[in-house]
């Protein structure tokens, strides 16, 4: 079974029988230590080697001792950062006693002489509102922490929606990989970026056009395996994107967090690479299709205005005809009978081609339709890749 561990509780008092009395008092609840003096119980309570000592569960204090008096053995144990309840004991118990005991950092006092069942009671309900006050700190700074570490996360989740948001329109690889640069700035992380295509090699550095140097560093480190690791300088290669990093930080949890969000990164360019030379073949193809219709659409117009023209041409002949055929009668000799018969034919004849006009007006409507569908709109090509 295993024993339970009591609470410390310090005496320090010049007087030795009001610490034995004291620590009888106590004993059925603390492990109880003494001290003579407010230089014993500092010294005691000193840290040796950098390695501070256990601080006690509570402290019971004398305020008249020689030397360092109660109030100045407090102020210079709070001054060295001991936060254990320290309860102040005396025979003068005066409203001015008590304050100068407060302002010292005392939370309790008491009256000499004392019961030692109170003074019992008093240490414990010290020590249990200690113990809780400290552990609600502990909470509330692990509380904290969390939703700091929270935010942060969020912040570095939001650079990896900006940077897709970013590169929806992408078509060319230099404005890809100053987008996945700006994201790696976003992390405060310096790079450079090398894409691989079909055209060629394009390398980008955030001072512009890489050196020959830094292109041969970067042609080596896309032989050296998916993530290479070199101090504070980090190789991340896809199979058609390098990054290099120069600037890790030398914390090893926020370097494992950032190479998660950077190879995301480096995952998601490759699959934009992978569709820039698919999104230019399609606006490639839109072009070509706008030119088509473009050309169809000036040549059918000019059909239908030739078309028109022949209709008006055609009625100024048949017009000119039947004018014509009119001043004839006179010098061809006919009788009334046969002019009847001739006008008659041509007046049907004339019929017949106005009919066809009418259908021609149908004609026309549907050319304007047709027209109207190709005729070509302001913007230029489509949007094909969005």
């Known amino acids: 079974m295993n024993q339970?561990?009591?609470?410390?509780?310090?005496?320090?008092?010049d007087d030795f029988i009001v610490r034995e009395t004291l620590a009888i008092a106590l004993g059925v609840a603390f492990e109880v230590r003494q001290a003579s003096s407010g230089e014993e119980i500092l010294e005691r309570l000193r840290p040796v080697n950098g390695v501070a000592a256990p601080e006690p569960g509570v402290l019971l204090l004398d305020i008249e001792m020689d030397m360092l008096d109660g109030y100045?053995?407090?102020?210079?144990?709070r001054q060295a950062g001991l936060t254990m309840p320290v309860i102040f004991v005396s025979s003068h118990d005066t409203l001015q006693e008590r304050l100068l005991a407060f302002?010292?950092?005392?939370?309790?006092?008491?009256?000499?002489?004392f019961d030692p069942d109170i003074v019992l009671l008093q240490a414990q309900r010290a020590y249990a509102r200690h113990r809780e006050a400290t552990q609600i700190g502990a909470e509330k700074s692990q509380l904290q922490e969390s939703t700091l570490r929270i935010l942060h996360e969020v912040g570095e989740t939001r650079v990896l929606l900006d940077f897709l948001q970013s590169t929806l329109r992408v078509t060319d690889?230099?404005?890809l990989a100053n987008a996945l640069m700006q994201a790696a700035g976003d992390y405060g992380i310096t790079c450079h970026v090398q894409i691989r295509h079909a055209e060629g090699t394009f390398t980008a550095t955030p001072a512009g056009a890489p050196s020959a140097l830094e292109l041969s560093i970067l042609e080596h480190a896309a032989s050296l395996g998916r993530e290479f690791r070199l101090g504070q300088r980090l190789i991340l290669n896809g199979a058609?994107?390098?990054?290099?990093?120069?600037?890790?930080?030398r914390d090893e949890a926020?370097?494992?967090?950032?190479?998660?969000?950077?190879?995301?990164l480096v995952e998601s360019a490759e699959a934009l690479a992978e569709t820039i030379e698919m999104r230019r073949e399609s606006a490639a193809r839109?072009?070509?299709?706008?030119?088509?219709?473009?050309?169809?659409?000036?040549?059918?117009?000019?059909?239908?205005?030739?078309y028109r023209k022949q209709q008006i041409e055609t009625r100024l002949l048949l017009q000119a005809l039947v004018d014509e055929i009119e001043k004839s009668y006179v010098h061809l000799g006919l009788t009334g009978s046969q002019e009847a018969t001739v006008s008659s034919t041509i007046q049907q004849s004339a019929?017949?081609?106005?009919?066809?006009?009418?259908?021609?007006?149908?004609?026309?409507?549907?050319f304007a339709s047709v027209l109207e569908s190709m005729k070509p709109r302001k913007g230029g090509a489509p949007d094909v890749w969005v």
Not at 72 to 77: D, G, P, V
């Open 4 to 13: 339970v561990t009591q609470p410390t509780a310090w005496v320090v008092d």
């Open 72 to 77: 100045q053995t407090c102020q210079r144990l």
């Open 103 to 113: 302002d010292a950092g005392g939370c309790d006092f008491i009256s000499k002489p």
């Open 173 to 175: 690889y230099a404005s």
């Open 240 to 249: 058609i994107v390098s990054l290099l990093i120069l600037n890790m930080p």
């Open 254 to 264: 926020s370097a494992q967090r950032l190479t998660s969000y950077l190879n995301f």
């Open 286 to 306: 839109a072009e070509t299709l706008m030119i088509a219709s473009n050309e169809s659409y000036c040549t059918l117009e000019d059909i239908r205005d030739g």
């Open 351 to 366: 019929e017949s081609i106005l009919s066809l006009f009418e259908l021609g007006v149908n004609f026309d409507r549907q």
